[in-house]
């Protein structure tokens, strides 16, 4: 430790989105103390044109953020997800997108929470609220310090702490350096952890929309040619749309007039809800998946994009981060509780252990759902179709999928259940 030393605690984590922000909540309440490295200010990814996604919650992430105190603050900003359909194409024109046509597949949340004030399937929230949640709670946290703007320049791994430097020259030490910089993360690329993937050639087009009539907390996506098209329900007869297409197409989209956009967006969309016209920006993101060879090395712990990034096709990117932000912290916890080194490797090896079944569970069924469905080819059609509309008359098999993605199965650790961690 020398003058320049900022830090001296448990954790460091590099980056502040939405995953190292949940997490760097998690270790606190577990006990730890925490340093969160960004390079931007927190104010400035609070801002509408920082970023114009929503997320949806699974209702497993939204008990992790009941128990961290962060859901009272987002709550205002969210929408209930009580159903969801997927469809393969539009059926009837797109005048009754997910009715009884021959290829829908229903998803009720009654079916796994009864009553009207069950837990419904998941949580709309447009990523800048759930960001100003997250930063509100995070600087009631004496325990936390956050440290942006800063950009790391790199680390340098000790026997008993690890050492992040600064691009400013300062320091900060922690028995743990974890790794939120996402798909492309120079943290673990300098631990010399490889990563592999692919381009998927697509892009996310997003935009928020406004329509006349209201969801009832239906969520839709329709598998067209070019790719997924998911209409998410948000407050004030809004919707959040992920639309997926070659990334020349979706390129000509970011560059259409208000007029061309309206007109494929009516063309694709329908009008079961009404006049539907974009409320705000549009925003552009390349798709692709990334998968790191580990999870962790020597005082070293990858979460969220930094150890898999995947399609956004079934919406579980960030509650894949909130589920490592989950795991690492209950295993840290008990470490630092039990006299136990946080940073050694056989305690992180628990963490990658937890986290790597479910990673890949879902980094495979995205990537081979995307390719499935993204297509015009009709015995795939056919054979697809036939698979949405068998899964679609067995309840078993119909719970299964939403507690799949709602995070329940396995061994959920105890913040996904809505449990605090104990910092005794």
Known sequence: MTDKTLFDGDAVIIGGGLAGLTLALGLEQAGLTVAVVDTLPLEDRLAPEYDGRASALAYTSWRMFEALGVADHLRPHTERIEHILVCDGRPYGGSRPGGPGPHTLHFDRQEI????????????????????????????????????????????????????????????????????????????????????????????????????????????????PGGPFAILPLPDNRASLVWTERDRVADALMAASDEVFQHELDNRFGDFLGKVEPVGPRFAYPLGLRYAERFCAERLA????????????????????????????????????????????????????????????????????????????????????????????IPPARRFFMRQAGGETGDPPKLLKGEKLSAA
């Not at 090896?349 to 069924?365: I, M, N, P, Q």
Request: aromatic share 8%; charged share 25%.
């Open 113 to 224: 929470s009864d009553g009207p004030d069950g837990e419904p399937l998941g949580w709309m929230a447009e990523n800048r609220h759930t960001r100003h949640a997250l930063v509100k709670v995070l600087k009631e946290r004496d325990r936390i310090m956050a440290i942006a703007p800063a950009k790391a320049a790199g680390y340098e791994i000790f026997p008993d702490h690890g050492e992040v430097t600064l691009e400013s020259g300062d320091t900060l030490c922690g028995k743990l350096i974890i790794a939120c910089d996402g798909k492309f993360s120079r943290t673990r690329a300098q631990a010399g952890v490889r990563s592999s993937g692919w381009n998927y050639g697509q892009k996310g087009v997003v935009a928020t929309v406004r329509h006349e009539q209201p969801s009832q907390g239906v969520a839709y996506e329709y598998f067209l």
């Open 302 to 393: 990858f979460v969220g994009d930094a150890a898999r990034g995947i399609h956004p096709i079934a919406g579980q990117g960030f509650n894949l981060g909130i589920r490592d932000a989950a795991a690492l912290a209950e295993v840290c916890g008990e470490a630092k509780r039990t006299g136990h080194d946080i940073g050694a490797l056989t305690t992180l090896k628990r963490y990658e252990d937890w986290r790597k079944f479910d990673s890949a569970t879902l980094a495979v069924g995205t990537d081979l759902f995307n390719r499935l469905f993204s297509n015009d080819i009709d015995p795939i059609r056919s054979v697809r179709g036939l698979g949405l509309s068998i899964v679609n008359k």
